[in-house]
């Protein structure tokens, strides 16, 4: 399996469309930090508005541009090539194929999001910004990553029910584009919650993963620990089970 990681991982970065993604989304980010470092306005707190812009540029852009095509790169890829279906005809158990998937994914977002925090730290530094604020970036970026992880985890339920990676990229892009978060904030209007002051969207994917940040932002260790197994857990760990439970269960359509 290791080989078959290792070739999966040269053949994703090789792939066009992540290259072009990440290469935009270098673009978007040296970007703002030209602007910043040309417009007097910003010169007497340049480090914050690098900060400031940097964490809307990530959570908007990053989850798109990076998430998409590695999500197509890994799956799409991989159910048209029909690679899945021949190694799991020559013995390969369909839980070993998804978890080498899922790594995979994992692999690449940590690759690309180290090449990023090198660009932010450089950048961060052209426009004075200080060691806080660039760790601001870097946080900021990093838990892009985990929201990534967090979202893709629940599109796999989709790709492996409906054994099309187009239905789960599709949710992915759902996920990713924060409208389920919009939906969800809608739950605690409902007067019985609201009178009450009981918020349950932030325990719904997208905000379960903000309160597990800022309680690490902040220092709460006992939050930090709490949110993060809460995450971990529900929000990647039982959506791949489930997955793999579903997947064992179907006959091979793709």
């Known amino acids: 399996?290791?080989?078959?990681?290792?070739?999966?991982?040269?053949?994703?970065?090789?792939?066009?469309?992540?290259?072009?993604?990440?290469?935009?989304?270098?673009?978007?980010?040296?970007?703002?930090?030209?602007?910043?470092?040309l417009v007097p306005e910003f010169g007497e707190n340049a480090g914050g508005y690098y900060e400031s812009l940097c964490a809307g540029a990530v959570n908007f852009f990053m989850p798109l541009l990076i998430g998409i095509p590695i999500f197509s790169t890994i799956y799409t890829d991989?159910?048209?090539?029909?690679?899945?279906?021949?190694?799991?005809?020559?013995?390969?158990?369909?839980?070993?194929m998804m978890l080498a998937r899922f790594l995979e994914t994992l692999i690449l977002l940590i690759e690309l999001h180290l090449v990023f925090s090198v660009i932010m730290v450089i950048c961060g530094v052209i426009d004075g910004a200080d060691g806080a604020q660039i760790w601001g970036c870097i946080g900021n970026l990093w838990s892009g990553s985990i929201r990534m992880t967090v979202f893709m985890s629940l599109a796999l339920l989709f790709v492996y029910w409906t054994q099309n990676p187009t239905?789960?990229?599709?949710?992915?892009?759902?996920?990713?584009?924060?409208?389920?978060?919009?939906?969800?904030?809608?739950?605690d209007?409902?007067?019985?919650?609201?009178?009450?002051?009981?918020?349950?969207?932030?325990?719904?994917?997208?905000?379960?993963?903000?309160?597990?940040?800022?309680?690490?932002?902040?220092?709460?260790?006992?939050?930090?620990?709490?949110?993060?197994?809460?995450?971990?857990?529900?929000?990647?760990?039982l959506p791949i089970v489930i997955s793999i439970q579903i997947f064992k269960r179907k006959e091979l359509e793709f």
Request: aromatic content about 10%; charged content about 15%; some cysteine.
């Open 78 to 96: 991989d159910f048209r090539s029909r690679s899945m279906q021949i190694a799991i005809g020559r013995g390969v158990s369909r839980t070993k």
């Open 1 to 37: 399996m290791r080989n078959v990681i290792f070739t999966d991982i040269l053949r994703a970065q090789k792939k066009k469309s992540l290259i072009i993604c990440g290469i935009i989304l270098a673009v978007i980010t040296i970007g703002i930090a030209l602007f910043i470092k």
């Open 189 to 237: 209007m409902i007067p019985v919650l609201s009178e009450n002051n009981i918020e349950l969207s932030k325990f719904f994917p997208g905000s379960a993963c903000s309160q597990f940040v800022q309680a690490i932002a902040d220092g709460d260790v006992l939050h930090s620990f709490t949110w993060g197994i809460g995450v971990i857990i529900g929000y990647i760990v």
């Open 167 to 187: 239905t789960g990229l599709v949710f992915y892009i759902i996920f990713a584009a924060s409208v389920l978060d919009t939906i969800f904030a809608l739950v």
